[in-house]
Protein backbone atom coordinates (compact mmCIF):
# COMPACT_ATOMS: atom_id res chain seq x y z
CA UNK A 1 0.00 0.00 0.00
CA UNK A 2 2.87 2.58 0.80
CA UNK A 3 4.79 1.44 -2.36
CA UNK A 4 1.38 2.66 -4.29
CA UNK A 5 0.62 6.05 -2.22
CA UNK A 6 4.56 6.67 -3.29
CA UNK A 7 3.94 6.27 -6.41
CA UNK A 8 0.71 8.40 -6.68
CA UNK A 9 2.58 11.45 -4.87
CA UNK A 10 5.29 10.70 -7.64
CA UNK A 11 3.27 10.94 -10.89
CA UNK A 12 1.04 13.99 -8.90
CA UNK A 13 5.00 15.71 -8.60
CA UNK A 14 5.44 14.71 -12.38
CA UNK A 15 2.29 16.08 -13.74
CA UNK A 16 3.35 19.27 -11.72
CA UNK A 17 6.22 19.60 -13.44
CA UNK A 18 5.29 19.06 -16.76
CA UNK A 19 2.90 21.53 -16.36
CA UNK A 20 5.17 23.97 -15.14
CA UNK A 21 7.30 22.86 -18.18
CA UNK A 22 4.28 23.36 -20.67
CA UNK A 23 3.15 26.80 -18.91
CA UNK A 24 6.74 28.40 -19.34
CA UNK A 25 6.90 26.92 -23.15
CA UNK A 26 3.98 29.87 -23.79
CA UNK A 27 3.98 33.63 -23.93
CA UNK A 28 2.16 35.55 -21.94
CA UNK A 29 2.89 38.65 -24.41
CA UNK A 30 0.44 41.35 -24.76
CA UNK A 31 -0.99 41.96 -28.25
CA UNK A 32 -1.01 45.09 -30.27
CA UNK A 33 -3.09 45.80 -32.73
CA UNK A 34 -1.86 48.55 -35.49
CA UNK A 35 -4.22 50.00 -38.43
CA UNK A 36 -3.77 50.65 -41.76
CA UNK A 37 -4.68 53.71 -44.49
CA UNK A 38 -6.78 55.81 -43.09
CA UNK A 39 -7.15 54.22 -39.93
CA UNK A 40 -8.39 55.83 -36.85
CA UNK A 41 -8.48 55.29 -32.67
CA UNK A 42 -10.91 53.87 -30.55
CA UNK A 43 -11.86 57.25 -29.69
CA UNK A 44 -12.71 58.42 -33.34
CA UNK A 45 -15.83 57.73 -35.60
CA UNK A 46 -18.61 58.42 -32.24
CA UNK A 47 -17.74 54.04 -31.33
CA UNK A 48 -17.40 52.85 -34.98
CA UNK A 49 -14.22 50.71 -34.41
CA UNK A 50 -11.30 50.09 -36.89
CA UNK A 51 -11.16 46.80 -35.10
CA UNK A 52 -14.49 45.16 -36.19
CA UNK A 53 -17.01 47.87 -37.05
CA UNK A 54 -19.67 48.06 -35.11
CA UNK A 55 -18.34 44.86 -33.19
CA UNK A 56 -14.79 45.31 -30.74
CA UNK A 57 -12.16 43.15 -31.58
CA UNK A 58 -10.23 44.48 -29.29
CA UNK A 59 -12.38 43.49 -26.35
CA UNK A 60 -13.37 40.18 -27.91
CA UNK A 61 -9.36 39.36 -27.33
CA UNK A 62 -9.33 40.64 -24.01
CA UNK A 63 -12.62 38.70 -22.76
CA UNK A 64 -10.81 35.26 -24.59
CA UNK A 65 -8.15 36.37 -22.08
CA UNK A 66 -5.31 38.02 -24.92
CA UNK A 67 -4.41 40.99 -23.29
CA UNK A 68 -4.68 43.68 -25.91
CA UNK A 69 -4.06 47.11 -26.85
CA UNK A 70 -4.71 49.29 -30.22
CA UNK A 71 -2.25 51.29 -31.46
CA UNK A 72 -2.69 54.72 -33.24
CA UNK A 73 -0.64 56.52 -35.75
CA UNK A 74 -1.22 58.90 -38.73
CA UNK A 75 -3.85 57.61 -40.96
CA UNK A 76 -1.95 59.05 -44.04
CA UNK A 77 2.05 59.69 -42.47
CA UNK A 78 5.37 57.68 -44.04
CA UNK A 79 6.04 54.34 -42.15
CA UNK A 80 9.08 56.43 -40.20
CA UNK A 81 6.75 58.68 -38.78
CA UNK A 82 3.91 55.84 -37.72
CA UNK A 83 6.79 53.83 -36.25
CA UNK A 84 8.06 56.57 -34.16
CA UNK A 85 4.23 57.58 -33.39
CA UNK A 86 3.54 54.07 -32.73
CA UNK A 87 7.00 53.68 -30.46
CA UNK A 88 5.66 56.80 -28.23
CA UNK A 89 2.33 55.30 -28.20
CA UNK A 90 3.18 52.31 -26.75
CA UNK A 91 6.07 53.25 -24.26
CA UNK A 92 4.77 56.54 -23.69
CA UNK A 93 6.22 59.87 -24.44
CA UNK A 94 6.77 62.54 -26.85
CA UNK A 95 7.03 61.38 -30.43
CA UNK A 96 10.55 61.63 -31.86
CA UNK A 97 10.38 61.78 -35.31
CA UNK A 98 14.32 62.25 -35.33
CA UNK A 99 16.45 64.93 -35.70
CA UNK A 100 18.16 64.08 -38.92
CA UNK A 101 14.89 62.95 -40.47
CA UNK A 102 12.92 65.70 -39.70
CA UNK A 103 15.79 68.18 -41.18
CA UNK A 104 15.63 66.46 -44.14
CA UNK A 105 11.89 66.42 -44.83
CA UNK A 106 11.41 69.46 -43.68
CA UNK A 107 8.80 68.61 -40.91
CA UNK A 108 8.32 69.72 -37.18
CA UNK A 109 10.68 66.83 -35.11
CA UNK A 110 8.57 66.49 -32.40
CA UNK A 111 4.86 64.96 -32.12
CA UNK A 112 2.17 64.86 -29.46
CA UNK A 113 2.80 63.17 -26.25
CA UNK A 114 1.26 59.94 -24.64
CA UNK A 115 1.13 58.13 -21.54
CA UNK A 116 1.95 55.16 -23.23
CA UNK A 117 -0.19 51.74 -23.37
CA UNK A 118 2.57 49.64 -22.16
CA UNK A 119 4.54 51.55 -19.88
CA UNK A 120 6.66 48.74 -19.05
CA UNK A 121 7.47 47.38 -22.48
CA UNK A 122 11.18 46.79 -22.53
CA UNK A 123 11.56 46.17 -18.77
CA UNK A 124 12.69 43.02 -17.12
CA UNK A 125 10.12 41.15 -15.46
CA UNK A 126 9.97 39.97 -11.90
CA UNK A 127 11.90 36.77 -13.74
CA UNK A 128 14.60 39.10 -15.71
CA UNK A 129 13.09 38.19 -18.87
CA UNK A 130 11.75 41.01 -21.19
CA UNK A 131 8.40 42.18 -21.64
CA UNK A 132 7.84 41.69 -25.11
CA UNK A 133 4.99 42.34 -27.35
CA UNK A 134 3.16 40.47 -30.53
CA UNK A 135 2.28 43.71 -33.40
CA UNK A 136 -0.64 42.95 -35.60
CA UNK A 137 -0.83 45.30 -38.17
CA UNK A 138 -3.73 45.39 -41.14
CA UNK A 139 -2.68 47.03 -44.41
CA UNK A 140 -0.10 49.48 -44.54
CA UNK A 141 -0.08 48.76 -40.39
CA UNK A 142 2.28 45.82 -41.71
CA UNK A 143 4.68 47.83 -42.88
CA UNK A 144 4.91 50.01 -39.92
CA UNK A 145 5.16 47.16 -37.16
CA UNK A 146 8.10 46.27 -39.47
CA UNK A 147 9.46 49.28 -39.69
CA UNK A 148 9.20 49.74 -35.78
CA UNK A 149 11.16 46.39 -35.63
CA UNK A 150 14.14 46.95 -37.44
CA UNK A 151 14.66 50.67 -35.81
CA UNK A 152 14.10 48.68 -32.46
CA UNK A 153 16.55 46.39 -32.82
CA UNK A 154 19.09 48.05 -35.44
CA UNK A 155 18.48 51.95 -34.58
CA UNK A 156 19.68 54.43 -37.36
CA UNK A 157 22.94 55.14 -37.90
CA UNK A 158 22.39 58.44 -39.30
CA UNK A 159 20.37 59.79 -36.45
CA UNK A 160 23.07 58.22 -33.46
CA UNK A 161 25.64 60.68 -36.01
CA UNK A 162 23.67 63.76 -35.85
CA UNK A 163 21.89 64.10 -32.26
CA UNK A 164 23.59 64.23 -29.45
CA UNK A 165 23.04 61.23 -26.96
CA UNK A 166 21.57 63.02 -24.65
CA UNK A 167 18.87 64.70 -27.13
CA UNK A 168 18.08 61.74 -29.04
CA UNK A 169 14.92 59.14 -28.87
CA UNK A 170 15.86 55.47 -27.52
CA UNK A 171 14.02 53.98 -30.81
CA UNK A 172 17.33 55.01 -32.49
CA UNK A 173 19.81 53.70 -30.27
CA UNK A 174 18.94 49.59 -31.36
CA UNK A 175 19.54 47.09 -29.59
CA UNK A 176 15.94 46.47 -27.80
CA UNK A 177 14.83 43.14 -28.97
CA UNK A 178 11.15 43.81 -27.86
CA UNK A 179 9.60 42.38 -30.73
CA UNK A 180 8.52 38.79 -29.89
CA UNK A 181 6.20 38.65 -33.34
CA UNK A 182 4.91 40.84 -36.47
CA UNK A 183 1.44 39.20 -38.36
CA UNK A 184 0.49 41.09 -41.29
CA UNK A 185 -2.85 41.04 -42.65
CA UNK A 186 -3.57 42.02 -46.40
CA UNK A 187 0.03 44.03 -46.01
CA UNK A 188 1.02 45.91 -49.04
CA UNK A 189 4.34 44.87 -48.59
CA UNK A 190 5.29 45.11 -52.43
CA UNK A 191 2.91 48.62 -52.45
CA UNK A 192 -0.25 48.66 -54.22
CA UNK A 193 -0.88 49.51 -57.81
CA UNK A 194 -3.60 51.93 -56.49
CA UNK A 195 -0.83 53.84 -55.16
CA UNK A 196 1.03 54.72 -58.13
CA UNK A 197 -0.20 57.79 -58.93
CA UNK A 198 -1.47 60.23 -55.85
CA UNK A 199 -3.64 62.05 -58.18
CA UNK A 200 -5.71 58.78 -57.78
CA UNK A 201 -5.19 58.26 -54.19
CA UNK A 202 -6.53 61.75 -53.03
CA UNK A 203 -9.87 61.18 -55.10
CA UNK A 204 -9.68 57.61 -53.01
CA UNK A 205 -8.85 59.40 -49.59
CA UNK A 206 -12.07 61.47 -50.44
CA UNK A 207 -14.40 58.85 -51.50
CA UNK A 208 -13.53 56.43 -48.58
CA UNK A 209 -13.84 59.16 -45.89
CA UNK A 210 -17.29 59.45 -47.24
CA UNK A 211 -18.49 55.89 -47.39
CA UNK A 212 -16.75 55.58 -43.82
CA UNK A 213 -19.18 57.86 -43.00
CA UNK A 214 -21.97 56.16 -44.50
CA UNK A 215 -20.95 52.99 -43.14
CA UNK A 216 -21.25 54.15 -39.97
CA UNK A 217 -24.23 55.87 -40.17
CA UNK A 218 -23.10 59.51 -39.19
CA UNK A 219 -23.31 62.35 -41.93
CA UNK A 220 -19.83 63.50 -43.14
CA UNK A 221 -19.72 66.92 -41.29
CA UNK A 222 -19.99 64.67 -38.30
CA UNK A 223 -17.42 62.64 -38.78
CA UNK A 224 -14.52 62.79 -35.65
CA UNK A 225 -11.70 61.92 -37.50
CA UNK A 226 -8.33 63.29 -37.63
CA UNK A 227 -5.35 62.80 -40.12
CA UNK A 228 -2.58 63.49 -36.94
CA UNK A 229 -0.28 65.37 -39.40
CA UNK A 230 0.73 67.89 -36.68
CA UNK A 231 3.96 67.55 -38.03
CA UNK A 232 2.93 69.17 -41.07
CA UNK A 233 1.16 71.65 -39.37
CA UNK A 234 -1.77 69.81 -40.39
CA UNK A 235 -4.15 69.25 -37.17
CA UNK A 236 -8.19 69.50 -37.60
CA UNK A 237 -9.47 72.33 -36.07
CA UNK A 238 -12.36 71.71 -33.10
CA UNK A 239 -14.80 73.76 -36.07
CA UNK A 240 -13.69 72.77 -38.90
CA UNK A 241 -15.59 70.66 -41.28
CA UNK A 242 -14.39 67.67 -42.79
CA UNK A 243 -14.58 69.35 -46.50
CA UNK A 244 -12.45 72.59 -45.13
CA UNK A 245 -10.09 69.43 -43.52
CA UNK A 246 -9.92 67.33 -47.00
CA UNK A 247 -8.94 70.69 -49.06
CA UNK A 248 -6.13 71.61 -46.47
CA UNK A 249 -4.45 68.57 -46.53
CA UNK A 250 -5.02 68.06 -50.08
CA UNK A 251 -3.33 71.46 -50.89
CA UNK A 252 -0.50 70.30 -48.70
CA UNK A 253 3.67 70.31 -50.16
CA UNK A 254 3.45 67.26 -48.20
CA UNK A 255 2.09 65.01 -51.24
CA UNK A 256 5.17 66.44 -53.20
CA UNK A 257 7.52 64.64 -50.44
CA UNK A 258 8.45 60.90 -50.23
CA UNK A 259 7.90 61.44 -45.99
CA UNK A 260 4.14 60.31 -46.89
CA UNK A 261 1.93 57.17 -46.97
CA UNK A 262 1.32 57.75 -50.76
CA UNK A 263 5.35 56.89 -51.68
CA UNK A 264 5.56 53.94 -48.74
CA UNK A 265 2.30 52.87 -50.72
CA UNK A 266 3.68 52.68 -53.95
CA UNK A 267 5.64 49.67 -55.62
CA UNK A 268 8.91 51.99 -56.00
CA UNK A 269 8.34 52.96 -52.32
CA UNK A 270 7.91 49.72 -50.61
CA UNK A 271 11.00 48.79 -52.89
CA UNK A 272 13.20 51.47 -50.97
CA UNK A 273 11.47 50.36 -47.60
CA UNK A 274 11.80 46.66 -48.08
CA UNK A 275 15.71 47.14 -48.73
CA UNK A 276 15.94 49.38 -45.60
CA UNK A 277 14.07 47.71 -43.07
CA UNK A 278 14.77 43.57 -43.51
CA UNK A 279 13.58 40.95 -41.01
CA UNK A 280 15.25 40.62 -37.55
CA UNK A 281 16.63 36.85 -36.91
CA UNK A 282 14.81 36.26 -33.39
CA UNK A 283 11.23 37.53 -34.46
CA UNK A 284 8.64 35.70 -35.77
CA UNK A 285 6.81 36.83 -39.09
CA UNK A 286 3.62 36.06 -40.33
CA UNK A 287 1.71 37.01 -43.17
CA UNK A 288 -2.59 36.07 -44.42
CA UNK A 289 -3.15 37.39 -47.97
CA UNK A 290 -7.24 38.40 -49.01
CA UNK A 291 -8.32 38.17 -52.21
CA UNK A 292 -11.91 39.15 -53.66
CA UNK A 293 -11.65 38.76 -56.91
CA UNK A 294 -11.57 36.90 -59.96
CA UNK A 295 -10.75 36.41 -63.66
CA UNK A 296 -12.36 37.27 -67.05
CA UNK A 297 -12.31 35.68 -70.37
CA UNK A 298 -10.49 36.65 -72.51
CA UNK A 299 -8.41 39.39 -70.97
CA UNK A 300 -7.67 37.85 -67.29
CA UNK A 301 -8.30 40.65 -65.99
CA UNK A 302 -9.80 40.91 -62.55
CA UNK A 303 -13.45 42.12 -61.46
CA UNK A 304 -14.42 42.28 -57.74
CA UNK A 305 -16.89 39.72 -56.45
CA UNK A 306 -20.55 40.13 -55.56
CA UNK A 307 -19.58 40.02 -51.97
CA UNK A 308 -16.55 42.99 -52.30
CA UNK A 309 -17.59 46.04 -50.41
CA UNK A 310 -19.06 48.37 -53.28
CA UNK A 311 -16.27 51.63 -52.44
CA UNK A 312 -14.00 48.98 -53.35
CA UNK A 313 -15.31 48.59 -56.74
CA UNK A 314 -13.75 51.20 -58.64
CA UNK A 315 -10.32 50.59 -57.53
CA UNK A 316 -10.64 46.83 -57.59
CA UNK A 317 -11.21 47.23 -61.35
CA UNK A 318 -8.20 49.46 -61.84
CA UNK A 319 -5.84 47.30 -59.92
CA UNK A 320 -7.30 43.87 -61.88
CA UNK A 321 -6.31 45.83 -64.98
CA UNK A 322 -3.19 48.05 -64.27
CA UNK A 323 -0.15 47.44 -66.10
CA UNK A 324 3.37 49.46 -66.41
CA UNK A 325 6.85 49.02 -67.93
CA UNK A 326 8.48 51.92 -67.64
CA UNK A 327 12.11 51.96 -67.39
CA UNK A 328 13.17 52.88 -63.75
CA UNK A 329 10.08 51.56 -62.02
CA UNK A 330 8.72 48.57 -61.03
CA UNK A 331 7.32 46.26 -63.60
CA UNK A 332 3.39 45.48 -63.10
CA UNK A 333 2.10 42.75 -64.97
CA UNK A 334 -0.90 39.99 -64.88
CA UNK A 335 0.52 38.39 -61.47
CA UNK A 336 -0.23 41.89 -59.60
CA UNK A 337 -4.13 41.76 -60.98
CA UNK A 338 -5.95 39.82 -58.32
CA UNK A 339 -6.38 41.83 -55.52
CA UNK A 340 -8.88 42.46 -52.38
CA UNK A 341 -10.42 46.11 -53.62
CA UNK A 342 -7.07 47.93 -52.10
CA UNK A 343 -4.00 46.13 -52.31
CA UNK A 344 -2.58 43.55 -54.77
CA UNK A 345 -2.61 39.94 -53.51
CA UNK A 346 0.81 39.37 -54.92
CA UNK A 347 2.14 41.92 -52.37
CA UNK A 348 0.47 40.63 -49.27
CA UNK A 349 2.82 37.20 -48.30
CA UNK A 350 6.25 39.39 -47.27
CA UNK A 351 8.30 42.06 -49.10
CA UNK A 352 9.68 40.14 -52.18
CA UNK A 353 10.67 43.97 -54.16
CA UNK A 354 14.29 44.49 -52.89
CA UNK A 355 13.90 42.59 -50.21
CA UNK A 356 16.68 39.84 -48.64
CA UNK A 357 13.55 38.50 -46.49
CA UNK A 358 12.82 34.49 -46.96
CA UNK A 359 9.18 33.79 -47.56
CA UNK A 360 7.92 30.02 -46.33
CA UNK A 361 4.94 28.12 -46.43
CA UNK A 362 3.35 28.28 -42.43
CA UNK A 363 4.13 25.05 -40.82
CA UNK A 364 4.45 24.12 -37.34
CA UNK A 365 6.30 25.06 -35.74
CA UNK A 366 7.29 28.51 -37.84
CA UNK A 367 10.84 29.70 -38.18
CA UNK A 368 12.28 32.70 -36.58
CA UNK A 369 13.53 35.29 -39.25
CA UNK A 370 11.16 34.36 -42.27
CA UNK A 371 7.90 34.94 -43.63
CA UNK A 372 5.82 32.15 -42.71
CA UNK A 373 3.11 32.91 -44.79
CA UNK A 374 -0.41 31.62 -44.16
CA UNK A 375 -1.59 31.80 -47.53
CA UNK A 376 -4.60 33.84 -49.37
CA UNK A 377 -8.42 33.70 -47.46
CA UNK A 378 -10.09 33.88 -50.90
CA UNK A 379 -13.07 35.69 -51.09
CA UNK A 380 -12.25 38.10 -48.21
CA UNK A 381 -12.23 42.18 -49.38
CA UNK A 382 -9.76 44.27 -47.75
CA UNK A 383 -11.89 45.13 -44.65
CA UNK A 384 -13.23 41.61 -44.11
CA UNK A 385 -10.09 40.48 -41.93
CA UNK A 386 -11.01 43.60 -39.94
CA UNK A 387 -14.84 42.79 -39.34
CA UNK A 388 -15.46 45.89 -41.20
CA UNK A 389 -18.61 45.19 -44.00
CA UNK A 390 -18.88 41.69 -43.51
CA UNK A 391 -21.47 39.03 -42.74
CA UNK A 392 -18.50 36.92 -41.15
CA UNK A 393 -17.79 36.81 -37.28
CA UNK A 394 -14.19 37.38 -37.42
CA UNK A 395 -13.96 37.36 -33.44
CA UNK A 396 -12.82 33.28 -33.67
CA UNK A 397 -10.58 33.91 -35.99
CA UNK A 398 -8.43 36.49 -34.01
CA UNK A 399 -8.86 34.48 -30.88
CA UNK A 400 -7.29 31.67 -32.70
CA UNK A 401 -4.71 33.49 -34.47
CA UNK A 402 -4.11 35.06 -30.25
CA UNK A 403 -3.58 31.33 -29.12
CA UNK A 404 -1.51 30.35 -32.06
CA UNK A 405 0.72 33.89 -30.73
CA UNK A 406 0.52 33.06 -27.48
CA UNK A 407 1.64 29.31 -27.88
CA UNK A 408 5.22 30.91 -29.23
CA UNK A 409 8.37 29.95 -26.97
CA UNK A 410 9.21 32.38 -25.28
Known amino acids: MRFFSNLSRLLLLLLALLS ?107 TGRLRKIHLIGHSQGGQTIRVLTALLERGDPTERTIAPAAERSPLFQGGKSWVHSITTLASPHDGTSLATDSNLLLPFVRKSLLGLAALAGLQADQLPYDFKLDQWSLRRAPDETLDAYLARVERSPLWHSRDISAWDLSPDGALELNQRFPAQPDVYYFSWATSATVPIWPSHHQVPLPTMLPQFWASALLIGAYSRDDPGSVRIDARWWENDGLVNTRSMAGPTLGSSDTIVPYRQPPQRGVWNDHGVLAGWDHMDIVGIGTLRDVGDWYVRLAQSLAALPP
Open 20 to 126: TVSARADNDYPLVLVHGFMGWGRDEMLGFKYWGGFGDLQETLNQAGYRTFTGVVGPLASNWDRACELYAYIKGGTVDYGQAHAAAHGHARFGRTFPGLYPAWGDPDE
